[in-house]
């Protein structure tokens, strides 16, 4: 009987309403499925795609301190940008052109950590320098000319890097002006006149280069010297054993660029306000127009032109002695190298 009036009791509670109450929830039914869910998301610290997007994301900004006012924001930039190196090759080209003009930057260890960030880059991306020789190439010459000594003594540590990681693309663009701005950075002069010879004096008495600065300008005119004068790993490749009359050389066209370029054919020459050339003394002023693309022009042009001037400068500071005295020794020896090869070269012709 009892039970009987309880199943009455339980079939008359699902038809009965109920009255809500506010703040109350309505009641659910018993035979209620909860279908909600709850979305979490996987974190993933070492995925690589996210770190590489975020880390270039991060070079970039920080490309702005390069120009920071303080020595040591720069210095942090170039350290932390060498630190942290893209993968992707991409970003070189906006990395190299923000911190190159730092060459010339007032602060030595700025330009210190530049050297460092420019091997290590080099290194990562072995064809960097040779894609970007031309543009490095002019600010390494605006610091071999600059006005300040100790800006002037770190060029050639820029100019080494180039001869080491781009010695090609250095050489054929940018020869003859190398040289002259070795012999800017030395103070020696490429004119035999009196007032040259007393002007260059005059210079490097102010300037009073020290040893160690003369040793390290005369190891990278070496270094550059024999990256010109001597062929490439590239041009010994292509040498082959042909075996020809001795005069079918005469007959062919000319290996060399611009064969004729001592007619002057396409050249203007320097006139004064009479309209007569002017004789400013410098030979070397012809040779802006001389395409130094192969080895056998670089070295004749060195030799005719730079040659005896470098001879002559590198006996004074081998008598001083010291390091700087056997780095000028060991120059003078590959420059009298390089010259007896030019002449053995013209003698076979």
Not at 155 to 164: A, G, K, N, V, W
Request: hydrophobic letters at 35%; charged letters at 25%; a positive charge.
């Amino acid at each position: 009987m009892g039970s009987s009036s309880k199943k009455k009791k339980d079939k008359q509670k699902d038809f009965r309403k109920t009255k809500l109450k506010v703040g109350k929830e309505k009641a659910k039914p018993t035979n209620f499925t909860d279908t909600s869910f709850t979305a979490k998301t996987i974190s993933l610290p070492n995925q690589s795609i996210s770190r590489n997007v975020e880390g270039e994301a991060d070079i970039i900004k920080r490309l702005t301190l390069v120009k920071h006012h303080q020595n040591t924001t720069r210095k942090e930039t170039l350290i932390y940008i060498e630190q942290h190196l893209p993968e992707n090759p991409s970003l070189y080209k906006q990395i190299l052109t923000a911190v190159i003009p730092l060459m010339v930057d007032v602060s030595a260890s700025v330009r210190t950590a530049l050297v460092n960030l420019l091997v290590a880059a080099a290194k990562k991306q072995p064809n960097l320098m040779e894609l970007h020789a031309r543009s490095v190439v002019l600010f390494v010459h605006s610091a071999m000319t600059h006005i300040t000594p100790a800006i002037r003594h770190d060029s050639t540590r820029f100019l080494d890097i180039l001869i080491e990681y781009s010695p090609d693309s250095l050489v054929r663009s940018a020869w003859v002006k190398t040289l002259r701005a070795f012999f800017t950075l030395m103070s020696w002069t490429l004119t035999d006149s009196k007032q040259s010879v007393s002007l260059a004096v005059t210079t490097s008495s102010v300037i009073n280069t020290s040893s160690k600065a003369k040793k390290q300008t005369l190891d990278s005119f070496a270094k550059f010297i024999k990256a010109g004068c001597r062929p490439s790993e590239a041009e010994t490749r292509k040498k082959l054993a042909i075996t020809s009359h001795p005069l079918t050389q005469k007959y062919l066209i000319p290996v060399t660029p611009q064969p004729f370029a001592h007619l002057k054919l396409f050249t203007r020459e320097l006139t004064n306000n009479s309209g007569k050339a002017a004789d400013t003394g410098d030979k070397t002023l012809d040779l802006n127009t001389v395409a130094c693309e192969d080895y056998l022009t670089r070295r004749r042009v060195f030799v005719e032109f730079f040659a005896p001037h470098v001879l002559k400068n590198v006996e004074n500071i081998i008598k001083e002695g010291g390091e700087a005295g056997k780095a000028a020794k060991t120059l003078q020896v590959l420059v009298e190298e390089v010259v007896k090869e030019h002449e053995d070269q013209d003698k076979q012709q």
